[in-house]
């Protein structure tokens, strides 16, 4: 069993930046994409970010897409969300997530990930 915990959620002013890290322990694992969804109240879980196993390879919803940064270190087992010029649509818990497994795509879907933290609250106040 692998657990995920996520830290460095908090208030911040639209237009700050907040860094969000996910540290993994227990059994180890090797080659999985890691993620990180939201959740903000009354909306279903969205996709933000995924990396790849390399920490070369990215992908960004949309909404997120140069204002966001995913990155991952491997030895330390962790991956972090640089959040930029945030805005008050970006409040929600966020939640990272590991895959047990490679994959060739990029996983944009929860049901994709085995492994999940309990959430951090990110609120951006206007």
């Not at 949309?62 to 945030?86: A, E, H």
Request: net charge positive; glycine share 12%.
């Amino acid at each position: 069993q692998v657990q995920l915990v996520e830290s460095g959620g908090g208030l911040v002013q639209a237009g700050g930046s907040l860094r969000l890290s996910c540290a993994a322990s227990g059994r180890t694992f090797s080659g999985g994409d890691m993620g990180w969804f939201r959740q903000a109240p009354g909306k279903e879980r969205e996709f933000v970010a995924t990396i790849k196993w390399s920490g070369d390879s990215t992908y960004y919803a949309d909404s997120v897409k140069g204002r966001f940064t995913i990155s991952r270190d491997n030895v330390k087992n962790t991956v972090d969300l640089q959040m930029n010029s945030l805005k008050p649509e970006d409040t929600a818990v966020y939640s990272c997530a590991a895959r047990r497994n490679m994959g060739s795509l990029f996983y944009t879907h929860a049901r994709h990930y085995d492994y999940w933290g309990q959430g951090t609250q990110v609120t951006v106040s206007s």
